[in-house]
């Protein structure tokens, strides 16, 4: 089962037209000449290519590759994770994106020292770096990994060439290549997914046939409702936890939020985050399809082969049945290696942005803009190199849909319940940011190298091969370090029970720990004043959820968070106010920046406050 010439052919047209794109948007143009063009594309996308950047950077070859191999596996109990989709999108494009997009942000870090300080900023700027720069290895070596084991070209040889093409594009196009190359990439991979569930299908007979042979198999799994967190997957982990997942993803993510800002209106990043609803449900369906169609082949085609890990299953299967249609191997390969490709570029430009705008630019203010656009591409050249580094690392993390997802639980739990912090809760302080953001770092990792720990003592040598072998049922052994493993956490008791915690409860679990122990710290260390909140850095829950109660309750709700005018026709009403606190400046705008129409909510300072009249739109 080796690739023709045609399906490298096909391989190779997508590598070129890749880079193709970073060049002409290298040469076209404004030419990347400044900081705006290279990491917020002018902020000139419409929400069509953003939402299809959207969808590509975190589903990718973690989907691809992943779903199939969970559904085959475990059955179909990961397709409710779609539930979760409703309210994770629903939320940012309510609350987290008109805040961010009036902020006229380029980190979305600049929103936590707007609203917390200089230390908050820098701290959720290090967690989210430390994150990206992981998940770019696993993201990386597993496609890699899986495209070795079945054609047979070197590993390394397949690492270096996605790396260098993706960190070519991105350093000469800059946020618009890697958004047009994210469009192109992700039709790619839904055509190569169709042309494996046609193909298998027909293979096996019918659909019916598909779905007849996973119901005598058990893998057509009913509704869990067991209420138990350390049970691997039910519906309150995938509908509730993944709700958490989601919005650590699309709410707070610099990856997502930085494509939200590079939309020409506010109205055209929420209409991105709504395009991604149906897209999200497709990629998740087409996976599930994917694992139901690979596992009724191998019950009536069983063939011996040695697979050494399960993401390699996938890729085999597509080897084994489009061996007889030249070009469809190199096409299904394409897709998985474009989902690779759109996820590391976005992660190259996202780091790019946050460590230019949070850490170097606020100690070189003077820094001219040809010098930080110069600075911005190399440091996108950077950690495309780094990346090459991390991905030997991801060897060690088993299935690439748990590890990337396990990343994101472990790491953007916490960020998110920063970003909570401060949305909801405008009495909390920077005390009880920096406090509440390291309880639930040392609780994550905790619990993740914890759990990861545990796994590789449960698992023997001898059974981390997976064997599809030339028997019946070929769950057999798939199954069987992963029983041997789940035995080990059920004898764990105490404390290290938490090892042994759903990782689809990360996020969730993570991030209330940083909301509560941060409202603790916060109250306990003096919680901030209402008045000395910019009011555009929150999202007052309460009186929304309580619309009911009288306008007196609800005033006191507002924690004395002062009332602003809303003119959604003018989004940079605010933007000076906004800049004096990123100078430094707590205590307000001045009396030029913010109108002062309300006496009963003077400051008894002689401050200014924020107070402006409620106007109607």
Not at 166 to 189: E, F, H, N, P, S
Not at 205 to 223: A, T
Not at 309 to 331: A, C, E, K, R, S
Not at 443 to 472: K, Y
Request: with cysteine.
């Amino acid at each position: 089962m080796m690739f023709t010439t045609v399906d490298y052919v096909i391989f190779a047209l997508l590598l070129v037209l890749s880079s193709a794109i970073g060049l002409y948007y290298a040469l076209s143009g404004g030419k990347q000449r400044t900081t705006q063009e290279f990491l917020l594309a002018n902020r000139s996308m419409g929400f069509f290519p953003v939402a299809l950047s959207l969808l590509a950077t975190f589903q990718s070859a973690v989907a691809i590759l992943g779903v199939p191999s969970e559904i085959y596996r475990f059955g179909t109990e990961y397709w409710f994770l779609g539930c979760s989709y409703i309210l994770g999108l629903l939320i940012p494009a309510y609350i987290f994106i008109p805040v961010f997009y009036r902020l006229r942000l380029t980190s979305t870090y600049e929103y936590l020292e707007l609203r917390f300080g200089k230390t908050v900023r820098i701290c959720g700027t290090v967690t989210f770096i430390f994150q990206m720069v992981i998940y770019m290895g696993v993201v990386l070596y597993a496609p890699a990994l899986a495209f070795n084991a079945v054609t047979g070209i070197s590993l390394w040889g397949v690492v270096l060439t996605m790396g260098l093409v993706c960190t070519l594009y991105t350093t000469l196009g800059g946020l618009k290549a890697v958004i047009w190359t994210d469009v192109i990439q992700t039709l790619v991979m839904f055509a190569g997914q169709l042309a494996v569930i046609i193909v298998g299908t027909a293979k096996v007979g019918s659909i019916q046939d598909v779905w007849n042979i996973s119901m005598e198999h058990n893998k057509i799994s009913g509704i869990n409702f067991n209420p138990d967190p350390f049970t691997r997957h039910s519906i309150w982990s995938l509908g509730i936890g993944g709700i958490f997942l989601m919005l650590s993803l699309y709410g707070v993510n610099q990856a997502q939020v930085q494509r939200y800002l590079s939309s020409r209106t506010e109205r055209e990043a929420i209409l991105s985050c709504y395009a991604v609803f149906p897209c999200q449900q497709l990629v998740l369906a087409l996976g599930c399809v994917t694992g139901l169609v690979m596992f009724a082949y191998y019950q009536k085609n069983p063939i011996p082969e040695m697979v050494e890990v399960p993401d390699q299953m996938v890729l085999y299967f597509v080897m084994d049945i489009l061996q007889d249609f030249p070009g469809l191997p190199g096409l299904f390969v394409a897709c998985l290696f474009s989902g690779a490709l759109s996820t590391i570029s976005s992660a190259f430009n996202s780091l790019a942005t946050v460590t230019m705008e949070d850490l170097i630019k606020p100690h070189y203010p003077s820094l001219t803009e040809s010098r930080a656009t110069l600075l911005s591409k190399c440091l996108a050249l950077m950690y495309g190199l780094l990346c090459l580094g991390m991905a030997y690392l991801s060897s060690l993390m088993g299935s690439v849909l748990q590890a990337a997802l396990s990343i994101f639980g472990i790491v953007g739990g916490p960020l998110l319940g920063v970003f909570c912090l401060g949305f909801f809760f405008p009495f909390t302080n920077s005390i009880g940011a920096v406090v509440g953001l390291l309880a639930g770092l040392i609780m994550a990792f905790w619990i993740g190298i914890g759990s990861f720990v545990d796994r590789m003592a449960a698992s023997s040598p001898a059974l981390n091969a997976t064997v599809i072998p030339d028997m019946g049922n070929v769950t057999t052994t798939v199954m069987t370090t992963l029983l041997t493993s789940a035995a080990a956490t059920k004898s764990l008791s105490g404390l290290k029970k938490f090892h042994s915690l759903s990782y689809m409860w990360y996020s969730a679990h993570n991030s209330a720990t940083v909301v509560i122990v941060g409202i603790i710290v916060s109250l306990l260390t003096g919680p901030m004043k209402g008045r000395d909140v910019n009011p555009r850095t929150v999202y007052l829950v309460l009186p929304r959820l309580l619309f009911f109660l009288p306008d007196r309750y609800k005033e006191r709700l507002r924690f004395g968070v002062p009332h602003i005018a809303e003119d959604k026709t003018n989004l940079d009403i605010d933007e000076k106010s906004c800049n004096g606190f990123l100078n430094g400046n707590a205590k307000g705008a001045d009396k030029d920046d913010m109108e002062e129409t309300t006496p009963g909510f003077s400051r008894p300072d002689g401050g200014h406050s924020y107070i402006v009249q409620e106007t109607s739109l």
